[in-house]
């Protein structure tokens, strides 16, 4: 695990995918022409079931021809902002015999590409990267957090906008958390055409699931000391 840097406010690339594969419920497997779905219930993610390896490793030495595989997966937003769709993570590789999905074993992939796809567009991230790459310590209890704050503290997300700078201007019609992580939360500010994202760093970063409350709380506390009171934002 790296040191982190005072420097550092949000995820790398493959930390994001890192934490993607630790969350997501489920996945499109394509492989011999046919795609299928892949519901994982049992909180391990796809990588509880998945393990990628270099192919200079030689897993499948001495097998016969190897089967094309491609993973597909997306990270949508938890709460109802528009366009709901924040990433889509593809990993492309080898297996060495079909894919069957038992939650007893672990299927060997012999890795390809990792490609994340988001608003900031297509990062490529290699395998020795994803292996350094830190699995965000509230990535599994990021949607519980978020949708409890819109469902039962609504009233708190006007007073995180008085930390956003540049200020929103009057056209803005709604703002909801879209999405967080170690380092912050992020905004997302809609207007009668289009929105835009603004992240709010936290303090320090969180290192773990019972640190992410306080952090909210800090962040609700310099909002609160605050001198620009604005009747958009109360």
């Known amino acids: ?62 097998q016969g021809a190897r089967i094309p595989v491609r993973l597909e997966l997306t990270d949508i937003a938890p709460t109802a902002v528009r366009e709901r769709l924040r990433a889509r993570v593809t990993l492309t590789g080898l297996l060495g015999a079909g894919y069957t999905h038992d939650a007893a074993e672990s299927t060997c992939m012999e890795f390809g590409q990792a490609l994340l796809e988001d608003a900031d567009g297509r990062t490529y991230i290699t395998l020795d990267e994803l292996h350094a790459a830190d699995v965000d310590p509230i990535a599994t209890g990021e949607a519980g957090m978020l949708t409890h704050l819109v469902d039962s503290h609504s009233e708190l997300v006007p007073l995180l906008l008085r930390l956003v700078r540049p200020r929103p201007d009057r056209r803005m019609v709604r703002a909801l958390p879209v999405a967080m992580d170690r380092y912050g939360i992020t905004l997302r500010l809609e207007y009668p055409v289009g929105h835009r994202d603004v992240r709010l760093p936290f303090p320090t970063p969180v290192t773990g699931m019972d640190e992410a409350g306080p952090r909210i709380h800090a962040l609700l506390s310099t909002a609160r000391r605050s001198s620009h009171p604005n009747s958009l934002l109360t």
Request: charged residues 20%; hydrophobic residues 30%; negative net charge.
């Open 1 to 62: 695990m790296r040191p982190f840097s005072t420097h550092v406010t949000q995820p790398t690339p493959a930390d994001r995918v890192r934490s993607i594969l630790a969350s997501a419920h489920s996945m499109t497997v394509v492989t011999d022409g046919h795609r299928r779905e892949v519901h994982l219930l049992d909180g391990t993610g796809p990588m509880g079931h998945i393990h990628l390896h270099d192919p200079s490793e030689g897993v499948h030495g001495g």
